[in-house]
């Protein structure tokens, strides 16, 4: 069982910067692929951004933050990163990574099966 914890959530002004960092326990991380979630009070868990496994190269990103925020994984330490630049108060939210249950990314939480406890990002305006 795949174990995830996020780190590097915080406060930053609209316009800056956040790396937001997963380090997953357990041998089988990179046999599956990644994914960031956000959910802010009120509203539903919506999809950030998610990154294949094993080579196969596919990113995705909502439309939402196309442009401004980049996935990236290092399977050799077992964690998958988010930059997170140009930062939008809308943004605001507790971000949480997620374990896909294949190898290619996916958009909705039910084709995860790990997740981390979430780690609050605050932009303020």
């Known amino acids: 069982q795949v174990q995830l914890a996020e780190s590097g959530g915080g406060l930053v002004q609209a316009g800056g910067s956040l790396r937001l960092s997963c380090a997953a326990s357990?041998?089988?991380?990179?046999?599956?692929?990644m994914g960031w979630f956000r959910q802010a009070p009120g509203k539903e868990r919506e999809f950030v951004s998610g990154i294949s496994c094993c080579g196969i190269g596919t990113i995705l990103y909502a439309d939402s933050v196309k442009g401004r925020f980049t996935i990236s994984r290092d399977n050799a330490k077992n964690t998958v990163y988010l930059q997170m630049n140009s930062l939008k108060p809308d943004d605001t939210a507790v971000y949480y990574c997620?374990?896909?249950?294949?190898?290619?990314?996916?958009?909705?939480?039910?084709?995860?099966?790990?997740w981390g406890q979430g780690t609050q990002v605050t932009v303020s305006s």
């Open positions: 357990g041998r089988t991380f990179s046999a599956y692929a």
């Open positions: 997620a374990k896909g249950r294949w190898g290619a990314p996916a958009l909705r939480p039910s084709e995860h099966d790990a």
